[in-house]
């Protein structure tokens, strides 16, 4: 569950690109074993999630039988959210996009899960990598692209982003997750180690993803802003809209679980950039024995939000 830069609200998960025959991804995260904390996290998105798909499906003419691109479709909490809406005005067609043919198969389950047999929404799945030139090759001309925080992985955002826009019928929107706001969980004062825990461990994941971003072979900067790459690649009615994910304490035992994962996770990306002091303290948090674990606390929680950038070609 630790994230990239810009505050996004959830998982190192989307932008699977460029992968080798062992399922690892560039970003040299191994996918598969990922896949209960991508659940989980789809869980606690599920309502955000909602939202997007209700606002998104309903951009598209009620004339058209829709077909929905999700790119780098992860474990497919988003790909679920968007069947619903799509069988709720009567069909359409649902194209699975990922790198990872192991996401690809969670996500597909999950989906035809969810519809239950109906088959007025058609599911397919595509392996492919967003990163690659060829990109787009055997994939439908769609009405909406939906790309979940996997842009910013790729070395040039601004050509992905375009790429991306080449995919869409006339009238057709993309929409971007990116930016938003970093995920909240714990209290400002732990009781253990030194107050601002969190602010400090999401300074330097930022660090980190500005690392990784300057380590992408060929990595071209992106000086200006989402609706910017979107006007720039040739699309219209440019706006933004944005969801919170807010589950407040006390905690449910999903909540609880969630995060757990996320500080384990977010202590993983961040590791060595963490003082002694702190690499402690998340220690102490972790340990499921220890009284200070932080998954038996009821002042944890979970407040997030994430912003969708829009346009029509």
Known sequence: M??????HSHGHHHGHGHTDDQGHTHDHIDWATM???????????????????????????????PTVLDIGAGAGGQSVAFARELLARGGGRLVLVDAVPELLEVAQHSVKEALAGDDRVRVETVRADAAAADFGTGL???????????????????????????????????????GGLAMRCLPWDLGIGAPGLQ??????????????????TDSTPMPYGWNVTLSRAGLSAVTSFS???????????????????????????????????DRATLAALLDPAAETYLGAREDIYILGATTVFLGRR
């Open 140 to 178: 439908p001309g769609a009405d909406l692209v939906w790309a979940s925080r996997s842009v910013h992985h790729l070395p040039d955002q601004q050509a992905g982003t375009t790429r991306l826009a080449e995919l869409l019928r006339p009238d057709g929107w993309l929409a971007l997750a990116e």
């Open 35 to 65: 896949i209960p904390d991508l659940r989980r996290e789809d869980a606690m998105a599920a309502e955000s999630g909602a939202e997007i798909a209700r606002r998104l499906i309903g951009l598209i003419p009620a004339r058209t039988e």
């Open 199 to 216: 602010d400090r461990l999401l300074a330097q994941r930022e660090a980190g993803f500005a690392q990784m971003r300057g380590e992408i």
């Open 243 to 277: 969801v919170l994910t807010d589950h407040p304490a006390p905690p449910s035992p999903a909540v609880r679980d969630s995060v757990v994962a996320w500080l384990r996770g977010l202590s993983e990306r961040v590791g060595d950039r963490v003082s002694e002091a």
């Open 2 to 7: 630790g994230s990239h830069a810009h505050g």
